[in-house]
């Protein structure tokens, strides 16, 4: 083996230990990526008003009503309205109606031996809309259960 021989080898052992750091340093960032997608996605989705439900609600009013959603309601209905303490406002069995009026009357008057208070004195009327319209996004029910 001689000295051109040699130098060749060291040129191709570097060439390939840098290969490999790119190879590695590649596979790294998938990873972060494909980490940070995973707790990312969610998030954006988490709260996300379904406004396909043919409801004709207002899409601003939507995402006003979500920002006070999340800073009233959020602790005993959840993020998403799925309920922690409060019923779960994304399914299909509303125990006070499911039209806006008779949303915003629950919103505003509460639920007397629940723990549901009236927001009416709190909150004023644009805001009682905006949270019933973003309520109402959450889900379609199928029938009204509201109260006769």
């Given at each position: 083996?001689?000295?051109?021989?040699?130098?060749?080898?060291?040129?191709?052992?570097?060439?390939?230990?840098?290969?490999?750091?790119?190879?590695?340093?590649?596979?790294i960032v998938y990873v972060v990526l494909a980490y940070?997608?995973?707790?990312?996605?969610?998030?954006?989705v988490v709260g996300m008003p379904r406004v396909s439900?043919?409801?004709?609600?207002?899409?601003?009013?939507?995402?006003?009503?979500?920002?006070?959603?999340?800073?009233?309601?959020?602790?005993?209905?959840?993020?998403?309205?799925?309920?922690?303490?409060?019923?779960?406002?994304?399914?299909?069995?509303?125990?006070?109606?499911?039209?806006?009026?008779?949303?915003?009357?629950?919103?505003?008057?509460?639920?007397?031996?629940?723990?549901?208070?009236?927001?009416?004195?709190?909150?004023?009327?644009?805001?009682?809309?905006?949270?019933?319209?973003?309520?109402?996004?959450?889900?379609?029910?199928?029938?009204?259960?509201?109260?006769?």
């Open positions: 083996m001689n000295f051109q021989d040699n130098r060749n080898v060291k040129k191709f052992q570097a060439v390939e230990a840098e290969r490999k750091v790119r190879q590695r340093t590649r596979t940070l997608c995973g707790l990312v996605l969610p998030l954006c439900t043919g409801r004709g609600l207002d899409l601003s009013k939507v995402w006003e009503g979500r920002e006070i959603f999340l800073k009233q309601c959020a602790d005993c209905h959840g993020e998403d309205g799925s309920g922690v303490f409060g019923p779960d406002l994304t399914d299909q069995f509303w125990l006070h109606g499911y039209t806006k009026e008779e949303v915003q009357e629950t919103i505003t008057n509460g639920v007397p031996g629940t723990g549901m208070p009236p927001w009416g004195k709190t909150l004023n009327s644009q805001e009682i809309e905006s949270i019933s319209e973003f309520v109402l996004s959450l889900s379609e029910p199928s029938f009204s259960t509201s109260r006769a």
